[in-house]
T-cell receptor, first 116, second 108 residues
């Protein structure tokens, strides 16, 4: 089946630094990728939807300058948390879908970010 | 390691028939289980979580620790239930793992 990977799986950084998280579709072309954030004991929150080659669509309340999303190829999307603060500490999950997949989303394993 | 298995990629039932979407998990501890649903052209949304023990849109799911299952059930399927359903598990670290999803089609 379709596989989506995320890198890194865990990252610890200092406040004020930027962190890049990669999301890759390993065996299919992902025309659309989604970025989610999970707060402790809560369900997922969709942050943004990105289509290859175009600007990401951000959900209301998500700062586009804070969470930079790039979907430069059909197999790679990146989420950069700029000037990270402790409140950005969270679990970030990406998912990917292809036009031939009937909107099925394939989820990555997630990235745990801890900002000190 | 956390793992969620949804053995059926596709499930098709007729309107009014009972439906069960299977979900099995692997986790050495007390997990929190969820069902998410995505209707066509809509975003993923939470359907229910086992700790709430509630019924949403007629769906229920019981956590069976002995069988490590969290199957989603509805006694009488409706056409509007046609969607993608994802089972997910959150463990001690709160990191969420998703199953591969099951596409449910309810035929008239």
């Amino acid at each position: 089946g379709a596989v989506v990977s995320q890198h890194p799986s865990r990252v610890i950084c200092k406040s004020g630094t930027s962190v890049k998280i990669e999301c890759r579709s390993l065996d299919f072309q992902a025309t659309t990728m989604f970025w989610y954030r999970q707060f402790p004991k809560q369900s997922l929150m969709l942050m943004a939807t990105s289509n290859e080659g175009s600007k990401a669509t951000y959900e209301q309340g998500v700062e586009k300058d804070k969470f930079l999303i790039n979907h430069a190829s059909l197999t790679l999307s990146t989420l950069t948390v700029t000037s990270a603060h402790p409140e950005d500490s969270s679990f970030y999950i990406c998912s990917a879908s292809s036009t031939g997949g009937g909107e099925t989303q394939y989820f990555g394993p997630g990235t745990r970010l801890l900002v000190l | 390691a956390q793992r969620v298995t949804q053995p059926e990629k596709l499930l098709s039932v007729f309107k009014g028939a009972p439906v069960e979407l299977k979900c099995n998990y692997s986790y050495s501890g007390s997990p929190e289980l969820f069902w998410y649903v995505q209707y066509s052209r809509q975003r993923l949304q939470l359907l229910l979580r086992h700790i709430s023990r509630e019924s949403i849109k007629g769906f229920t799911a019981d956590l069976n620790k002995g069988e490590t299952s969290f199957h989603l059930k509805k006694p009488f399927a409706q056409e509007e239930d046609s969607a993608m359903y994802y089972c997910a598990l959150s463990g001690r670290s709160n990191d969420m793992r998703f199953g591969a999803g099951t596409r449910l089609t309810v035929k008239p």
